[in-house]
């Protein structure tokens, strides 16, 4: 894995699109004196922070109530379950960011844009390999169904490229 300043490097210089330079930036913040070491990281538009990986920041949805609420599914199927409402809120855990990037990282950009995690289309679609016919490709598909935080990533790449 890459260290911090190479994965924003990649993000930041090596992919993203001319068009974003400066609108878009990847912040991470380590928290040496934690018992585990961890940190957040946070993803920003025009200097507003719009996603939010950090390991104590609770998404408005608790386990208590997905416990109550489904008591016939596993407690995997909880997790799962708790894991994308938090993403819905544009909350996550660093290592989903990690795991998100390592994804991003290692296959085509296409592929990317149909991953199943919603970081790693967000990833794809902040990508200088992302074109303008993809793009409005993307566009007459929609991306309504996509969580907001998402949707934001989405519309700020079709302006910035006039579509």
Request: hydrophobic share 35%.
């Amino acid at each position: 894995m890459k260290s911090w300043s190479g994965i924003r490097k990649t993000l930041e210089q090596d992919r993203l699109a001319p068009s974003l330079q400066g609108r878009v930036r990847y912040l991470a913040t380590r928290y040496r004196g934690a018992h585990d070491d961890m940190g957040r990281i946070a993803l920003l538009i025009d200097g507003q922070e719009v996603f939010s990986a950090h390991p104590f920041q609770a998404p408005s949805v608790d386990w208590a109530g997905i416990k109550e609420q489904h008591p016939d599914l596993s407690c995997e199927e909880r997790a799962e379950k708790y894991w994308n409402l938090s993403l819905e809120e544009g909350i996550g855990d660093p290592g989903d960011f990690y795991r998100a990037f390592r994804e991003y990282d290692t296959q085509d950009v296409a592929a990317s844009l149909q991953s199943e995690d919603p970081l790693v289309r967000v990833l794809a679609v902040m990508d200088r390999r992302v074109g303008k016919r993809r793009l409005a490709a993307l566009r007459d598909r929609g991306f309504a169904d996509e969580p907001e935080w998402v949707q934001r990533f989405y519309r700020l790449r079709l302006e910035a490229e006039g579509l």
